[in-house]
């Protein structure tokens, strides 16, 4: 069983950064990889980015990559998103997840979810 708490969404400018951190309970949480995903309202569920287990691979939607860092620290139990550049088209509900196998971009893989965490980039 794994429990996932995410923070650090906010409201901010266009251009501006934020960091997001998704905080794992359980002592398997190296096992797992952990995917980013979002939704805005009216919109379908989002993938962003996703990172393996050791950490080696990461994986990004098209709209983020060269603007968002997904990483992890095991020692912490914690994955990180870093956003910058953001743009008012990421405004959502960014919600982490954790999968033992499957595509990193499909939400069917995933086993456990968190809360979200609502990010809001004005213009």
């Known amino acids: 069983q794994v429990q996932l708490v995410e923070s650090g969404g906010g409201l901010v400018q266009a251009g501006g950064s934020l960091r997001l951190s998704c905080a794992a309970s359980g002592r398997t949480f190296s096992s797992y990889g952990i995917g980013w995903f979002r939704q805005a309202p009216g919109k379908e569920r989002e993938f962003v980015a996703a990172i393996g287990w050791s950490g080696g691979s990461t994986y990004y939607a098209a709209s983020v990559k060269g603007r968002f860092t997904i990483s992890r620290d095991n020692a912490k139990n914690t994955v990180y998103l870093q956003m910058n550049g953001l743009k008012p088209e990421d405004t959502a509900v960014y919600v982490c997840?954790?999968?033992?196998?499957?595509?990193?971009?499909?939400?069917?893989?995933?086993?456990?979810w968190g809360q979200g965490t609502q990010v809001t980039v004005s213009s």
């Open positions: 997840a954790a999968r033992t196998y499957g595509a990193p971009a499909d939400p069917k893989t995933y086993t456990y």
